[in-house]
């Protein structure tokens, strides 16, 4: 393996480490939150408001927690099995959930400023789209980019890279709009 080639590959990983840690903080942030709700719940009186609210923390908590140990598990994998495929997965999943966290970030800004009157409660219709759109796009986009780059060392097919992310990035918004449809039940 040429220099260049090593070099590639160690910078990609020692990224998505870093990135890692990122997503790991800002998810715990959004989980501490979510899960904030529970404890709240649980040294009251036991009534269905309680309960519901018990509920929705965990639930909560769910949307940003199994994605996130998902990519963990397929990244521990992929550094196990040495495979391509499963480091497409880890990228675009990483990327979809950084993504999703940033968004998140500036939501909560936004959220500030409509409690503060700042801005109108109109521009969270303007912002959902950006929720439900750019996130898959960037997973699937820079997972595949990133990912192209290991082939440099093993001999892939770029269409089965291209697929992999597109199918994660797929995946993990059916996973979230599930536990998503869960909250709104218990809402």
Known sequence: MDQEVYDYLYVADSV?????????????SYSAIALGWFTQAVGQKSTPEVVAQATI????????IV???FILFVWALSKFRKSLLLKTVAWS???YILTHD?????AMLVLAMIFLEII????VFIGIPFILIVPPILGAFIGYRI???YTQV???DQNRIKYTAILTVISLTILQSVIGIIYLLFS
């Open 102 to 106: 940033f968004l998140g970030v500036v």
């Open 154 to 156: 093993l001999t892939f």
């Open 16 to 28: 998505f480490e870093i990135l890692l840690t990122i997503t790991t903080i800002l998810t715990g």
């Open 57 to 64: 923390g965990i639930i909560l908590a769910l949307i940003f």
């Open 93 to 95: 999943g990483l990327t």
């Open 147 to 149: 990912c192209r780059g």
């Open 67 to 69: 994605p996130l140990v």
């Open 120 to 123: 109108d409660d109109f521009i």
